[in-house]
Nanobody
Framework: QVQLVESGGGLVQAGGSLRLSCAVS????????MGWFRQAPGKEREFVAS????????DYADAVKGRATIYRDNAKNVWYLQMNSLKPDDTAVYYC?????????????WGQGTQVTVSS
């Protein structure tokens, strides 16, 4: 059984940083990519970042480009999303996702989410 467990969310002031973690366990089958999505209150879940763990290539949403880095600790099978220069618009529940590219809502494996709140 595949499990994804996020952590690292919290309350941070605008301009601050957070590092989100996603611990992955179990056999993920043909999946070869990992990503982060977020969902703000009243909005649809949206793509944030992804990485192809075979090629190493990364992709970021325009809203976080230059402020976010997705990376993996291979030894621990933990994925991270480092977010810097946080803005109030970054406030959302952040979800990690494992699947095949392109990652999309409703496909692959998902964690339960971790809340990020950015105060102005």
């Amino acid at each position: 059984q595949v499990q994804l467990v996020e952590s690292g969310g919290g309350l941070v002031q605008a301009g601050g940083s957070l590092r989100l973690s996603c611990a992955v366990s179990g056999h993920t089958g043909d999946s070869y990519a990992m990503g982060w999505f977020r969902q703000a209150p009243g909005k649809e879940r949206e793509f944030v970042a992804s990485q192809n763990w075979v090629t190493g290539s990364r992709d970021y949403a325009d809203a976080v480009k230059g402020r976010a880095t997705i990376y993996r600790d291979n030894a621990k099978n933990v994925w991270y999303l480092q977010m810097n220069s946080l803005k109030p618009d970054d406030t959302a529940v952040y979800y990690c996702n494992v699947g095949s590219l392109p990652l999309r809502v409703g496909a692959g494996y998902w964690g339960q989410g971790t809340q990020v709140t950015v105060s102005s």
